[in-house]
């Protein structure tokens, strides 16, 4: 069979028992996410081994599929970005820093301590523990995105501190570079800068991670300001100019093209994860007065096609059989990857202001790893320093938080919340009689997700979290009085 053809086969396979499977997690109350990762785990080498049947060889198909389930990932970022309350994150910003940071340290001592005691070498400790470091930005985003807390004081932080933490995760995979001795091909303008003064100043070449980190903190400021101030100069003016052509769909294809131009940016001049630059020009369209417009248009080929795809990759790639034999390490990892981030993230949001329930909302929100943990389990697997086992085990724990991630934020956004009943979030004493009709709700405290386009009713929760607190008092009263 064509390759083309074995791409069509699997995206008509995938996409429907996807939607299938998120409605079924939908009307049991789990996040729709679950569903498109338990797909893929389906569909994967331990059950399926859809890949590598018969139909499917030869590889062409299943590589096009990875590099299709990558664009939705930037995709999803980008309506991760357009979702974003500007306010909220610029209020956030400090609190934002402190949580990534701790939920950056945290993980890298508990990951690095517990693989040195099970008996591992300290730098092949080190490099679980720096697959550790970094939050999984796609997985939280769609996660809120399902519970329609995108623009919530949790979400905004949430969302802040895993693109900070990918910044840290950065610099954190210099480090463990600079401490192999295996150089690969680095791609982007600071491994570029950093080889160049290595090679004609002795200074630098006698400190390779000073200078390193030096560069990697010149170019990630470089994106991140240069980045900001383009979009935010010339985008409406572009789309202005875009409207006027007489194709159909000019606007949001060229954005598309944009957001790959941003996520290209971000690789090579900031050295950063792709995703990050989808976001910030998604970030600096959440201001822009086409907001609505291309978020509609984003919807459909992102919640469609593309975001499904990425999901179910993740799930499809995984192979739990490796792991025969060594459960007790994957489990103390798992156990460590989950603490480290709900207790670092949750005591740091907590001195921060915020109370134990939000508290605990952000660590659950920060606990789905992604690129970052898998980079640098490649990176592990191709300089020796990581060998089969070490491999199964981190990309068991990827999927594992992955999954946990969704179910542990939604159950965390069920608890009532004192910050949220301050801020009119909730409402302490509901009037049964609004119950039994329309539930109604204070100035300013709309529930989540009602500006959303209209075919977003297709991947949100049906029933808001405000309206279920509502109707369990209601019932309390209820039964009160009889």
């Given amino acids: 069979m064509q390759p083309a053809l074995q791409l069509a086969l699997l995206i008509a396979v995938l996409i429907p028992a996807c939607k299938v499977a998120a409605s079924i997690c939908g009307r049991f109350g789990i996040p729709p996410i679950l569903g498109e990762l338990l797909v893929g785990v389906g569909f994967g080498p331990g059950a399926f081994n859809l890949l590598h049947w018969h139909l499917f060889q030869g ?40 949580v990534a940071l701790s939920g950056v340290i945290w993980p890298f001592l508990l ?23 970094a939050t999984s930005v796609s997985i939280s985003a769609r996660t809120l995105m399902d519970a329609g807390r995108m623009a919530s004081p949790e979400g905004t932080i949430i969302l802040g501190a895993a693109v900070i933490d990918d910044v840290m995760g950065l610099f954190v995979l210099a480090f463990l570079a600079a401490s192999t001795t295996v150089k690969g091909q680095a791609f982007g303008l600071a491994p570029m800068a950093s080889e160049w003064l290595q090679q004609r100043i002795a200074p ?15 170019c990630v400021t470089l994106f991140f300001v240069v980045g900001y101030v383009a979009a935010k100069r010339w985008l409406d003016p572009l789309i202005l100019q875009l409207r006027k052509l007489s194709s159909t769909e000019a606007v949001p294809a060229c954005v598309l093209a944009l ?21 910030l ?28 795809l990425f999901f179910v990759s993740i799930g499809i790639s995984s192979d739990y059989r490796a792991l025969s034999g060594h459960w007790m390490l994957m ?9 480290g ?32 943990g898998l980079i640098v389990t490649a990176m592990g697997a191709s ?52 119950v039994s009709g329309s539930a109604s709700f204070s100035a300013g405290a709309e529930p989540r997700g009602s500006s959303a386009p209209p075919d977003r009713s297709s991947f949100m929760v049906t029933t808001p979290p405000v309206t279920s607190l509502l109707a369990l008092n209601a019932n309390d009263a209820a039964s009160e009085l009889k």
């Fill in 59 to 98: 590889g062409e198909a299943s590589g096009a599929l990875m590099l299709l389930s990558q664009i939705g990932a930037l995709v999803l970022m980008f309506i991760a970005g357009i979702e974003t309350d500007i306010d909220r994150m610029r209020e956030a910003s400090v609190t934002a820093f402190i």
């Fill in 383 to 434: 300089t020796g320093i990581f060998g089969r086992t070490e491999v199964a085990v981190m990309v068991a724990v990827v999927l594992l938080t992955t999954i946990l991630t969704p179910i542990a934020l939604r159950g965390a956004f069920q608890l009532k919340s004192e910050q949220d009943i301050e801020e009119g979030l909730l409402s302490p004493e509901p009037n049964v009689a609004d």
């Fill in 259 to 279: 957001v790959l131009i941003y996520a290209i940016s971000a690789e090579w001049m900031g050295s950063v994860a792709g995703i990050t630059g989808a976001y």
């Fill in 281 to 308: 020009l998604g970030y600096v369209f959440a201001g822009s007065q086409f907001k609505a417009d291309v978020e509609r248009s984003f919807y459909a080929i992102g919640h469609g096609l593309l975001i499904p």
């Fill in 204 to 218: 630098a070449a006698a400190h390779p991670l000073v200078i390193q980190m030096t560069m990697i903190s010149i």
């Fill in 341 to 372: 981030k709900v207790v670092g993230c949750g005591l740091a949001a907590l001195g921060s202001g915020m109370d134990y329930v939000r508290s605990l909302r952000i660590g659950c929100g920060m606990v789905s790893r992604g690129e970052v």
């Fill in 111 to 133: 990951g690095a301590g517990v693989g040195h005691m099970l008996g591992l070498s300290w730098k092949t400790a080190c490099f679980i523990g720096g697959a550790l470091t």
């Fill in 331 to 339: 489990l103390l990892v798992l156990f460590v990857a989950i603490v």
